[in-house]
């Protein structure tokens, strides 16, 4: 069965520091992967996804960037953390045929 | 562009009550439909989905949620709910044959009373 895994979970860190989240996926291949945000009281936005290696789409302007080094690896970096950063961010996965998502546990990221 | 609503923040309820959550979305194309389900602290976890067929579908934990066109609705209801439901649910969109980009509501909150 498929695995999806986020690290850290929680993360404390201040203004205008570096940011890197890791999420990686087991038991699949090639899979679409995604990450979001969810903003205190607020839904969750889309703000990268990924169809394969090296290949990203962003969904808004933002301090933040996304990268896929491997087929089951999406990482999300900042090299100047803003207050506004702050939030919870999800790592999800789907199939080739995109149909349905599955989403990590979560990173809990508190920038002050 | 597609956009989802759930009309109630929040949603109150006693223990083994039956409960019903709104979900309305606009779309101008197909789409797929899901509700989430979030735990404190936790990711979302998939309840149950429309994709294609019988607009009744059944998901996890008893709910069920009925896809209806003509309304552009997809209510979710359990019929008696039990503490273990307070969560935060999530009903979201995406656009058939597209990135599988998923459009969320913003969530209603179940508060399950005993």
């Known amino acids: 069965s498929q695995t999806i895994h986020q690290w850290p979970a929680t993360l404390v860190q201040p203004v205008g520091s570096p940011l890197s989240l890791e999420c990686t996926v087991e038991g699949t291949s090639n899979p679409n992967l995604y990450w979001y945000r969810q903003a205190a009281g607020r839904g969750l936005q889309l703000l990268f996804y990924s169809v394969g290696i090296g290949q990203i789409s962003s969904e808004v302007p933002q301090n933040l960037s996304a990268s896929r080094p491997q087929d089951r690896q999406f990482i999300l970096s900042s090299k100047k953390l803003l207050l506004s950063d702050s939030g919870f961010y999800l790592c999800?996965?789907?199939?080739?045929?995109?149909?349905?998502?599955?989403f990590g546990p979560g990173t809990r990221l508190l920038v002050l | 562009a597609q956009s989802v609503t759930q009309l109630d923040s929040q949603v109150p309820v006693f223990e083994e009550a039956p409960v019903e959550l709104r979900c309305n979305y606009s779309?101008?194309?197909?789409?797929?439909l899901f509700w989430y389900v979030q735990y404190p602290n936790q990711g979302l976890q998939l309840l149950l989905k429309y994709l294609s067929g019988s607009t009744l579908v059944k998901g996890i934990n008893g709910f069920e949620a009925e896809f209806n066109k003509s309304q552009t609705s997809f209510h979710l209801r359990k019929p008696s709910v039990h503490i273990s439901d307070t969560a935060e649910y999530f009903c979201a969109v995406s656009e058939v044959g597209n990135t599988g980009k998923l459009i969320f509501g913003q969530g209603t909150t179940l508060q399950v009373k005993p």
């Open positions: 779309s101008s194309v197909s789409v797929y």
């Open positions: 999800a996965w789907s199939g080739l045929a995109k149909e349905t998502q599955y």
